[in-house]
């Protein structure tokens, strides 16, 4: 059992785990512009970087959005993607106010598959039924080739260690 950590106690993760060598599944979200679908994960001939957040609403997913957008501007063949559950206008709203556009800001609002195929959803807790802090690497063959599960969600990932696996 997959866990994670929300103000120091240990919160389940459901869905499938997915880790390092295995095949990414490839997931349709919806873009918060224009509401369009979006697949995450697969073979896509790109490397591809997937973001998931518990909600842009916070401070912390803000942060990390905002910074991972200001880092994938560098990028060159890479998508990069953040995965949450807010609603794609609520989502659309955040990347107008904070200007963000290189990147993409998906919703997996509508049936929780990417939550559950990549088993990043919350269990029991305040918080069950978003997503935890993580990131995913995606090689142009949909293979997983770095992982990171954030130990304690209200704390920023590892940017670089991230970046450095799509470079």
């Known amino acids: 059992?997959?866990?994670?950590?929300f103000k120091g106690t240990e919160v389940e993760l459901l869905g499938t785990e997915i880790?390092?060598?295995?095949?990414?599944?490839?997931?349709?979200?919806?873009?918060?512009?224009?509401?369009?679908?979006v697949t995450v994960g697969g073979a896509s001939g790109k490397k591809q970087l997937i973001i998931v957040v518990p909600s842009l609403d916070t401070g912390v997913c803000a942060t990390e959005t905002r910074n991972f957008?200001?880092?994938?501007?560098?990028?060159?063949?890479?998508?990069?993607?953040?995965?949450?559950?807010?609603?794609?206008?609520a989502a659309g709203r955040f990347c107008s106010a904070e200007g963000i556009n290189d990147l993409?800001?998906?919703s997996d609002f509508r049936n929780k598959d990417?939550?559950?195929?990549?088993?990043?959803?919350?269990?029991?807790?305040?918080?069950?039924?978003v997503t935890c802090r993580a990131i995913f690497a995606v090689n142009e063959e949909g293979v997983v080739t770095y992982k990171e599960i954030v130990p304690e969600i209200?704390?920023?990932?590892?940017?670089?260690k991230a970046l450095a696996a799509v470079k």
Do not use: H, Q, R
Not at 22 to 27: E, L, S, T, V
């Open 19 to 37: 880790n390092v060598g295995d095949k990414a599944p490839a997931i349709t979200v919806v873009n918060s512009d224009g509401l369009g679908d």
């Open 1 to 5: 059992m997959a866990t994670t950590k």
């Open 69 to 89: 957008n200001a880092k994938a501007a560098a990028l060159t063949d890479v998508d990069v993607t953040v995965v949450s559950l807010d609603l794609p206008f």
């Open 104 to 106: 993409t800001v998906a």
């Open 154 to 160: 209200t704390e920023e990932p590892e940017y670089d």
């Open 114 to 129: 990417f939550a559950n195929a990549y088993g990043v959803l919350l269990g029991g807790s305040v918080l069950a039924g």
